[in-house]
């Protein structure tokens, strides 16, 4: 079985959750003996650093397109007509102006643009992007040869859509996660619009939970028999932890590990330290990431005065990031709407016990899980209490946490992947 | 005669390390970036401190006396002349053996105690007049605030302190129709008399002398001697107060700053009735005409002129509360090196750092600024405050212990 794979992240070319995603997903299947070509909008070596697969650039393909192409491209997705300027990212501000700055993109620079490099990461030009990269697919996909079509995330969507156009192989798009996640009511109705032409297109949808498998079917109006649910792993590799690490500070640490953004509810965190700190002062929070409500976390927390007991840490990188797991001694996601979270899982590795809430994919494989629902900050005050001043209970909550993840395995999410290749190579079979 | 009053502000605060963050708390106890302080004090002394004293120097004796001028600096400036280097503070040494400079007091540490604690303004007051004396042979007996922050009761706690005079804004909420150019007498005070900064003139220089878009510029001395001038009938003082490094480092050498203070004494002294005076000298000379009654806090930053620069917003608070709230724990370990990295904490361009009024459009807040947003400035006060804070809890354990 041979996939053609687009995706937008792969570690350690950008890596968010979903890089990570992309990462564990393309190792599973490399154990089910799956051949995987992945092509990155940008990609500085010549072949990037997995083993397991190929990496390539789109950056690197010299695709012979023209204005004709591109007239054609056009009108094939009616919806990329609309080509408003956006991130996936953006606050109101940075959209508005933006929005003064290139209301459209015209024909002409597209052209004058398919030959330069791609920037690859979620930048002012990210929806010319998006449309190059499926121009360099098209090509990819004629000159590659594969048996299934694998698109990760509405960037890749168009890509996916001309790759199937050109092979007629067929098409498998992965949802990690929803323009409804990031932007709460307020959609960018581009976005909306590629991800639905997307799900519509594609012979099978791959949704990362039941939580997003419910978003499709009753936002995007897709027949729920054409989304399978595989839910996420984890990767067990742990650099701190055996050696025990020194701690400084005496008080319990509980974390918050995210972009600080509306949908990880960073606010909820906030608000629940404060009910915690007004009854003890033994524990010390942590929120480490960043994001557009960052200054006014900041400034909530300044509010509150938890400034000796509340600490930001930025952006984090690799071995911080695991230093700080290894450091906590309990995780909390408050998630607003979280197509799955993978960072409570990842503090599970580290034994540390996790609070998530029921607004996550997440707790669907965590049945033993303390879930919460995100706006109960009085719940999430009184749990976090009652765990970080029972050892015992969160002995418990550690142990319970590394059995359940001895069943989660990106091992069994790459069979759950190649089942669905089969049923599609096979339908078309016969 | 009407007595022309030269204040020059010398100050550079002990920045920082920007990237103490979490992980460092309870593990690293080196607080201040002294590559950055270090670069920062030696360009800033070739920039303006040693030029600008040389040409103060050269004034003073080309006048032969008639020309005298005031500095106040700061502990935190004269601890990084000392470290980084010497021969500023020495250049400052040969100005105090003209006997044409006087030596202004204030909090050691450019701190806003006085706004917070009265027992440690008393105390960051006295180390700065030892310093005064030690180095420079004076004792202080006229007095300014950091950043000239006035109110009445500032006033009587200084009258009672042994000063005589004292700086503050010309501040129109204060002044309204009223002149800054004759010497006040603050409300409640017998023997203390107040200068207050003609804010216009002495802008002219401080802001104004490089702004293209000013109608004057380029601002001729005979233009600006001719205003000073016109304050002849209708005042007795002008007080002119700046900071130092408006000469080579705010105005560049190359905007001719350096040409036009050369030139300005003599101008200014073509004039029969004008004279230079010290603000000590001056008040000593003159009565003042009415009261001078400032209820709330003014100082000379910003179009507010008041305390909105370093507090108000919701980080400020917090830090300033929580630094000062330490107070009593930090001085009773009686450990010189955390009572210094505590105090340089309180130097008030922590706070300016937070300030969140005019983020999003940028202007002289963000230019002094080191930090790329006011939240990231806090994060790092918080983090080295915590970690001080951990200092001091670990030496009282001990002691109880």
Redesign the interface.
Known sequence: MRALMFGWEFPPHISGGLGTACQGITRGLAAQGVDVTFVLPRLDAEIGGADHLRLMGANRVRARVGVREIVELRERIRVLEVLSPLRPYLTDREYRSLLERDQHLTLEALVAEVNNDFSGGYGTNLMEEVLRYSIVAAYIADVEPHDVIHAHDWMTYPAGIEAKRVSGRPLVVHAHALEFDRSGEHVNQTVYDVERAGFEAADRIIAVSSFTKDTIVARYGIPPEKVRVVHNAVSKERRFGELRLTR??KEKIVLFLGRVTFQKGPDYFVEAAAKVLANRRDVRF?MAGSGDM??RM???M??L?L??RF????FLRGA?VE?LYAMSDLYVMPSVSEPFGITPLEAMVYNVPIIVSKQSGVAEVLDSAVKIDFWDVDRLADRIEEIISDPALAHELAERGAETLKNIKWEIAGERVLAVYRELVEEVHR | MIAVCFYFQVHQPMRLDQNYGFFDIGERHTYLDHDANREIVLKVAQKCYLPANRLMLELIERHAGAFRISYSITGTALEQFEEYCPEVLESFRELADTGCVEFIGETYYHSLAYLFSRDEFRRQVDLHSRAMQDLFGQKPTTFRNTELIYDNDLARLVEKMGYRTILTEGADQVLGWRTPNFVYQPAGCIKLKALLKNYRLSDDVAFRFSDTSWPEHPLSVERYASWVHAVAGEGEVVNLFMDYETFGEHQWAETGIFEFMRALPEHILAHPDFCFRTPGEAAANLSPVAELDVPHPISWADLERDVSAWLGNPMQDAAAARVYGLEKDVLATCDDELISAWRELLTSDHFYYMCTKWFSDGDVHKYFNPYSTPHQAFIVYMNVLNDLTLLVERQKGADAA
């Open positions: 400084a500070l942590v960052f200054p900041v400034e909530r300044a509010e005065r400034e000796d600490h930001f840490t930025g911080d230093r």
